[in-house]
Each structure stands twice: as structure tokens, then as C-alpha cells.
């Protein structure tokens, strides 16, 4: 975009034009201009992480006198998408900067629920985001007996194959 403004004719009088990025980078700086002549701002915006440049907060049309404008900004969303083995189970759109909000804890047979990677955004970046449900296996006690003896027990990870002891028992 180009900016013009018609400065008032008298040529003795010079007028500045003072930028604010508006927590951005990247404004123009100042720019003075005697009567009789135009201020140009050629495609010089401030940037912001996480925002889009929406102008300035004044008009360049018609300068009678020194100026200061500041850089309008628009927040911008991103989208945090959870998935559980792969499949999308929440979706939700946090403007930069804000926190996501964890859905309620996934559950699975076998396995107990251990958090989300990456940790849920608390501070939205600008960028979107996938977390995935991790879990941890669960384990169980496994214990053989004869009778009222024990002849083994041991940890066994959820649905993992079984090794029977051969047991013995006199007369059968």
C-alpha cells in the first residue's frame, strides 16, 4: 500500500510524521515534509508475533500539522488439536498468547493416561498445535499357586503373553 497526504502549500513549514510500531518492529521511523509536498509510506508495516497489521490509527490524508500515528493490530487464533491414538478428539481455537483448555482425561483399556505431548499450550504460540495422548501400559501381579503354595509370581504388562510354570502335584 502507498500512503499520500497532501501537505498544507506553505513551503516554510515543515511537518513531521512520528510512527509507533504498538508493541511491534518495524514502523517507519519519522518522516518530515515541507508544505507543498506529499508523505509517502510505501509498504513499510510493523509486524508483531502473533498479530496482523490492520493500519494506522489515523489517516494521512490532508496533514495540517505534526503527526502521530500508531500501528492497529488484529490478535490472531490458532487451532490446538488433540488426538488419542491418531484420532482427533478435541479441537479448539485459542488466541495467541491465551491458554487452551485440556478435554476431559482419555481412557484405554490396558493403559493408564499420562498427559499430553506437547504439554497443552498455557500460552498460545503463533502457530497451530497437535497434542497426542501418551500413556503408560499398565502392570499386574501374576501369581501361580498350588494349592496354598506359591510357585512364582510376577509383574506382567496389560494383554502380553503368559508363561505357565509346570507344576507338579503327586498322584495327579
Do not use: C, H
Not at 482425561?105 to 493403559?111: A, F, Q, T
Not at 497437535?130 to 501381579?141: D, F, G, K, R, S
Not at 504388562?157 to 505357565?164: A, F, H, L, P, T
Amino acid at each position: 500500500r502507498t500512503w499520500n497526504s497532501s501537505i498544507p502549500t506553505n513551503p516554510s513549514v515543515t511537518y513531521t510524521v512520528s510512527y509507533d510500531a504498538n508493541g511491534g518492529v518495524g514502523a517507519p521511523g519519522a518522516q518530515t515534509a515541507k508544505g507543498g509536498s506529499t508523505i509517502n509510506l510505501q509498504a513499510q508495516y510493523p509486524s508483531r508475533t502473533g498479530y496482523t497489521f490492520k493500519g494506522w490509527d489515523k489517516s494521512f490524508d490532508d496533514v495540517k500539522s505534526d503527526l502521530d500515528v500508531n500501528a492497529k493490530f488484529d490478535i490472531n487464533t490458532y487451532t490446538v488439536i488433540f488426538l488419542v491414538d491418531g484420532v482427533e478428539v478435541d479441537r479448539q481455537t485459542v488466541e495467541y498468547g491465551q491458554s487452551a483448555s485440556s478435554p476431559a482425561d482419555p481412557e484405554k483399556e490396558g493403559y493408564t493416561f499420562a498427559g499430553w505431548s506437547p504439554v497443552v499450550p498455557g500460552n498460545m504460540p503463533a502457530n497451530d498445535v497437535e497434542v497426542v495422548a501418551q500413556w503408560t501400559i499398565n502392570q499386574y501381579t501374576l501369581t501361580f499357586k498350588n494349592g496354598d503354595q506359591v510357585v512364582s509370581s510376577e509383574e506382567v504388562d496389560y494383554n502380553s503373553v503368559i508363561k505357565y510354570p509346570q507344576l507338579t502335584n503327586k498322584g495327579y
